[in-house]
């Protein structure tokens, strides 16, 4: 998990890529049995300040 997930109240997931990016995403269940739905939110450089609000995280605008 991601530290956004500890205040943000949602599970926020990272997958670090190459030590220098934060891929941030979450993974929604679906009905089906072993199956989810896997939506990327933001690439984020890793020096680059946490994510503070679940708006930030979850629109889709840019920053």
Do not use: N
Not at 26 to 31: A, G, H, K
Not at 55 to 60: N, V
């Amino acid at each position: 998990m991601s530290p956004e997930s500890e205040y943000m109240g949602i599970e926020v997931r990272q997958l670090l890529y190459k030590q220098q990016f934060r891929i941030l995403f979450t993974v929604s269940e679906t009905s089906e049995e072993d199956r989810g739905i896997v939506r990327i939110h933001r690439v984020r450089h890793s020096s680059q300040e946490r994510l503070r609000h679940p708006e930030q995280l979850l629109d889709d605008d840019d920053e």
